[in-house]
């Protein structure tokens, strides 16, 4: 059972964290983001938001499978993450993925859902490919062309599985 952020820090450690939580985000977006950090499980979407809980290292790593490397090759043309790498060393390698943070020392992703689960698969056809805070997020979907964003599956005129919401 995956332990808690808070449960196994120190006082100075969780006051760090506490410290790191104001100054990058709202108090809304800070118990947001800790609610999630206690429920995270091994998903890229989990990784980024406990990288982003952290001061350092501004990268999250696990062990890479194709879809992982897919997401955060959309994640990079869209500008949500610096980049990112992949490491052969080991029998199954490593996916690095280096956060993006403004000027103000905010990362650029607010918010990330995952939205098809293994309990439950979300499917759409092309016409039902869902707007993600209005246009100002974007919806990570794989379809028969590959891993694509809300947008470019529109263009392409295709639908599939619905993977995750950025915003």
């Known amino acids: 059972m995956p332990r808690s952020p ?3 820090a120190s006082g100075s450690e969780s006051r760090r964290r506490t410290a790191v939580l104001q100054a990058r985000f709202t108090a809304a977006e800070a118990a947001d983001i800790r609610a999630r950090a206690e429920r995270a499980g091994t998903s890229v979407g989990s990784l980024i938001r406990a990288a ?11 062990r890479p499978t194709v879809n992982h490397a897919q997401v955060a090759r959309v994640l990079a043309n869209e500008g949500f993450i610096e980049g990112f790498v992949e490491d052969a060393k080991g029998p199954q390698g490593t996916l690095k993925v280096f956060l993006k943070y403004d000027a103000s020392n905010r990362g650029t992703i ?41 947008a470019q599956a529109r263009k392409a005129g295709v639908g599939g599985e619905v993977i995750c919401h950025v915003w």
């Open 6 to 8: 808070s449960s196994s």
């Open 52 to 62: 982003v809980l952290a001061a350092e290292p501004v990268r999250a790593t696990r």
């Open 110 to 150: 607010r918010g990330i859902r995952r939205v098809s689960r293994p309990s439950r698969r979300v499917y759409v056809a092309k016409g039902e490919i869902p707007r993600v805070r209005n246009g100002l997020g974007i919806a990570i979907l794989t379809t028969p062309r590959g891993v694509l964003t809300d």
